[in-house]
């Protein structure tokens, strides 16, 4: 079945998109605001964390960054007045990055000075390799006036040990993650095995340099080194938290809870559920197993 699910992936194309968004709907909380912050309520009273993320990347115009950059502010906003626990996740290409860096920039200012008046941390999406330098340098640049700020970096990139080396210094708070872009092997490691080696240095290099870590992974291999990393360390629950995906692996998530760690999870809306459901498909060829299964009524 295993091959099946990968021709799935392959077909996805061709598959009904309603019938996508059915099996898509465990990944995503929804296309509106609303349903983002039900979804976070939901999290919440189960003592997770969230953090949210209005859907969509590349765009091709300045109104629709200018769109997607107030479109973060009212989820700033909503996070204020419903005091749920949640952080906020950008993606620059949203904001005008491939457009005009200086252009992003601003609309990511306007986003940062709403979060520092409601005291929300934001974290910098991380998106495919050619955004890595863009990102970290406007990162870099807007942490200088606005410090509640956060970035991920992605451990199958060769170039991430350099680039956590020159922000650890920095005490940056970091969003540690595999990566799941489709990238050449002279710019990613490809092996899973290499990925994970990548993984558990980085993620000690920046535990002992004295960051705040997100361990986001699923990996029970990854999860499992990082908890004995951490007891080696002596770490308090106050220097790393584990995060997630909505949809993925729910009982490990409760599993990290009921073990007292932190766990916060990443929480997407809106209505460009489309990519960002494939990638997760392609991740996870076994929920695409799903949506065949239902088109062709078969049992595994």
Not at 105 to 115: D, F, G, P, S, T
Not at 145 to 173: C, H, K, S, W
Request: charged residues 25%; proline residues 3%.
């Amino acid at each position: 079945m295993h091959f099946i699910n990968k021709l799935v992936v392959a077909a996805l194309p061709a598959i009904p998109r309603p019938m996508v968004r059915f099996f898509a709907s465990r990944y995503i909380a929804g296309d509106s605001l609303e349903d983002a912050v039900a979804c976070v309520q939901s999290l919440n009273a189960e003592e997770v964390r969230a953090t949210m993320d209005v859907l969509g990347e590349d765009i091709f115009t300045q109104e629709e960054a200018v769109a997607a950059r107030e479109q973060s502010i009212r989820v700033l906003h909503a996070i204020a007045h419903e005091r749920i626990d949640s952080n906020l996740s950008i993606k620059l290409t949203s904001l005008g990055l491939k457009l005009d860096p200086e252009f992003c920039r601003e609309n990511v200012r306007e986003i940062l000075k709403v979060a520092s008046s409601h005291n929300i941390f934001v974290r910098f999406d991380m998106e495919d390799h050619t955004c890595t330098t863009g990102t970290v340098e406007i990162f870099r640049t807007l942490r200088k006036d606005f410090p509640n700020i956060g970035i991920v970096l992605q451990a199958y990139l060769r170039r991430t040990e350099d680039d956590a080396r020159a922000m650890i210094a920095e005490r940056v708070n970091f969003r540690l993650c595999k990566g799941i872009y489709r990238e050449a092997p002279e710019v990613a490691f490809q092996a899973r095995e290499e990925v994970q080696s990548n993984y558990v240095k980085v993620l000690g290099q920046m535990l002992r340099g004295g960051s705040y870590v997100g361990i986001a992974t699923h990996d029970t291999v990854l999860i499992d080194a990082a908890c004995e990393m951490i007891r080696e360390l002596g770490l308090g629950k106050d220097k790393y938290e584990f995060q997630m995906l909505l949809g993925v692996r729910p009982e490990l998530r409760k599993k990290l809870v009921a073990a007292g760690h932190k766990v916060r999870l990443y929480v997407p809306f809106g209505s460009y559920w489309y990519g960002y459901s494939v990638r997760r498909f392609k991740e996870n060829p076994e929920i695409a197993g799903y949506i065949f299964k239902a088109l062709f009524k078969i049992n595994k």
